[in-house]
């Protein structure tokens, strides 16, 4: 099953975005990661939560301004960006996976990959 990643748009530098990503009771598995792909460049982690107990972790590039969340009521998971920068321009896509903590960061593991959302932080 896909998740659907929503909520992107067009913003100017500095200002904030919330990403949305709608997971099925059948697609959580243990941990929810949000990836991002800029033109031209591979797809990175950009952080990642545990639906149990909401243990969380960031790409450096985004900690400090990005923060995830989640409401297991709704099955929803959350990014909320702040202080967006040009270099924060990419689509966004979220995915589970059920690997160990230490793998997280790697998106090999995830899956239910869906189309993704474009944000594009520019003036």
């Known amino acids: 099953v896909q998740l659907q990643a929503s909520g992107g748009g067009l913003v100017e530098p500095g200002g904030s975005l919330r990403l949305s990503c709608a997971a099925s009771?059948?697609?959580?598995?243990?941990?929810l990661g949000w990836f991002r792909q800029g033109l031209g460049k591979e797809r990175e982690f950009v952080a990642a939560?545990?639906?149990?107990?909401?243990?969380?972790r960031y790409a450096d590039s985004v900690k400090g301004r990005f923060t995830i969340s989640k409401d297991n009521t709704k099955s929803t998971a959350f990014l909320q960006m702040n202080s967006l920068k040009p270099e924060d321009t990419a689509v966004y896509y979220c995915?589970?996976?059920?690997?160990?903590?230490?793998?997280?960061?790697?998106?090999?593991?995830?899956?239910?990959w869906g189309q993704g959302t474009q944000v594009t932080v520019s003036s």
């Open positions: 995915a589970t996976t059920r690997v160990v903590w230490s793998e997280i960061a790697n998106q090999q593991w995830y899956g239910g």
């Open positions: 009771e059948s697609s959580r598995r243990n941990v």
């Open positions: 939560i545990k639906w149990n107990g909401g243990h969380t």
